[in-house]
């Protein structure tokens, strides 16, 4: 049987590769890069997502260098309120009652590691899919290697190839929404903001600046505080990225001498983008070249490992022969809907809250936040929200349309 084609050796296609092999599917995965991309900016993994990877002994391997965290924080930057909340009250709703946080760039290499294992699985880098063509039952795949053409001819093609999607710009589809103003700047830094009494998961609402803080493992102990804030969309990235500049921006956020310690800064662009169809035919879009959103709240990772094992769990059967095609159609509908009502819908709110500029406005929300983080039952709902486990519950009541 022809193989699927992935597109895209980030955490997505390799976990829908993965999933897809792990039921004897051929597979597939063409990779533009040369190799595994270093991406310092996704890092959080929920509860949810951590029970999904877990079968393919996934989770297990990340435990090893990730850091638990299990109480996370929203602070007023002014006016010293915090509202914290603990994962561990769903100890009885998941095995994993806390965030995981890991650096992108150490779970891919996990993946593809195992992936390799699989007797059914390949994966090329260095593969830049440059066409497709559907004929029928097929799909032919243009792809060029080192300069050279070649084609590949599968039953399926999936787009798992990032934000700037090939595969959705070739099928035309267009990406609906909006990209925020601001650019992000993150700063990371050894210095260890634990002793002011942040957790390693906090975010900072402030009429003027917000600010978004978590540690990450780093290559070991004692780890790396990373810092996102926004900046001002009329400055060009050197002047934001000038050493002097990051260090007024860190000291403005918490004064300390001597002076920071400053190991990575970037600076990128935030999206709120929904792909306003998700499959043509025998080609289907999963991850980042389906949807993105703005990082306050960790949901873009986790959803697009969420994209991948719902989509393999439809395509295999399909791919068989026990299942019609328009199964997929509830990928569609399950996924698309999730994203829209859920992920789009928590990130927003949650950028609008840090940013709220009326001081009255933000004082009476995070009074609220305080309010149902001592609520023993609204903080546990409040907690089946923003860990996504309220939301896949939803998702696999919903019917194909």
Known sequence: MLPVVIAGAGP?????ALALARQGVRVVVCEAEPSLTHDLRAGTFHPPTQEMMAPYGITQRMHERGLQVRRWQIRSRRGGMVAEFDLGVLADETPYPYRLHLEQHRLTPIQLDVLRGEPTAEVHFGHRITGFEQKGASVLVQFESEGIPGRLEASWLVGADGGRSTIRKLLGVEFEGFTWPEQFLVVSTPYDFAQHGFTLNTYVADPVEWAAVFKMPDAGPPGLWRLAFPCDPGLPDDALLDPAAVQNRMQGFLSKDPPYEVRYQSIYRVHQRVANEWRRGRVLLAGD???LNNPLGGFGLNSGIHDAVNLA???GPVWRGEADESLLDLYVSQRRAATIEQVQAMSIRNKRLLE???????KSRMEELVAISRDAARSRAF???SSMIAGLRK???RLAP
């Open 12 to 16: 997505t296609g390799l976990m829908c």
């Open 289 to 291: 070249a389906a949807h």
């Open 313 to 315: 769990g439809k395509l």
């Open 356 to 362: 709220e500029r009326d001081p009255a406005v933000q």
């Open 383 to 385: 907690l089946l929200e």
């Open 395 to 397: 998702e696999k009541s």
